[in-house]
């Protein structure tokens, strides 16, 4: 059961468009929300979070947007950079469960066109 | 200041073996949690301990077992390897226990059974 959805395995952008990543979810009890990026022979990093009491969060060229009622987010990069190719992870945890524990999504490869 | 280090870094193993998987988390960090990411999936939540006691447990199997130390270091143990332990396995530290931000990962150890 794929608690956490991100439904295209692959995106291209070209460099200085938006690229916009989509996630959705099923789980009612997630309660706060991260974006990570992964290059090859590397760990996930840690990009950006959205707790599920807001809307918007923005850190730079990076906003995630939440829609609780379509158990949707998405994450915005604006304007795109080469350096943003890489993996991009979803994921969801239910921190008021006392719980540290992140469900993942499968990941979309986001390719910047110079 | 160091990251989160992981050792090895690959390694090979023949079906049925034993394999230890090793994490030094960000000093100061006490919790400490180990993810399997299968080639094409995203990561999978497998362990977390926070000062020293078990704290998770994922959908793994008996033959996986883990441990934290007094130095806040972690062991991931797989017994009777099979086929499909093949994966690259991450160690995550962070800070506190409650709030899913602020995971920092490893870069990995990458298994190979043969």
């Known amino acids: 059961d794929q608690q956490v959805k991100q439904n295209s395995p692959s995106l291209s952008v070209q460099e200085g468009r938006i690229s916009i990543l989509n996630c959705d979810y099923t789980?009612?009890?997630?309660?706060?929300f991260l974006w990570y990026k992964k290059y090859p022979a590397e760990g996930p990093t840690f990009l950006i979070s959205?707790?599920?009491?807001?809307d918007k969060n923005e850190d730079g060229r990076f906003t995630v947007f939440l829609n609780k009622s379509a158990k949707h987010l998405s994450l915005h990069i604006v304007p795109s950079q080469p350096g943003d190719s890489a993996v991009y992870f979803c994921?969801?945890?239910?921190?008021?469960?006392?719980?540290?524990?992140?469900?993942f999504g499968t990941g979309t490869r986001l390719t910047i066109i110079p | 200041d160091a990251g989160v280090t992981q050792s090895p870094t690959h390694l090979i193993k023949t079906r049925g073996q034993h394999v230890t998987l090793r994490c030094s988390p960000i000093?100061?960090?006490?919790?400490v949690s180990w993810y399997q990411q299968v080639l094409g999936q995203g990561p999978q939540f497998i362990f977390q301990?926070?000062?020293?006691?078990?704290?998770g447990r994922g959908n793994f199997p008996d033959r996986f077992s883990a441990r934290q130390f007094p130095n806040y270091s972690s062991e991931l143990n797989v017994n009777a390897l099979l086929l499909g332990d093949s994966a690259l396995y991450l160690c995550?530290?962070?800070?506190?226990?409650?709030?899913?931000?602020?995971?920092?990962f490893g870069s990995g150890t990458r298994l190979t059974v043969v």
């Open positions: 995550a530290s962070s800070l506190v226990l409650v709030g899913a931000h602020g995971y920092t």
């Open positions: 789980n009612s009890m997630f309660d706060y």
């Open positions: 959205i707790s599920s009491i807001k």
């Open positions: 994921a969801a945890s239910a921190s008021n469960r006392g719980n540290e524990k992140l469900t």
């Open positions: 000093s100061g960090h006490k919790s």
């Open positions: 301990y926070y000062e020293k006691e078990e704290r």
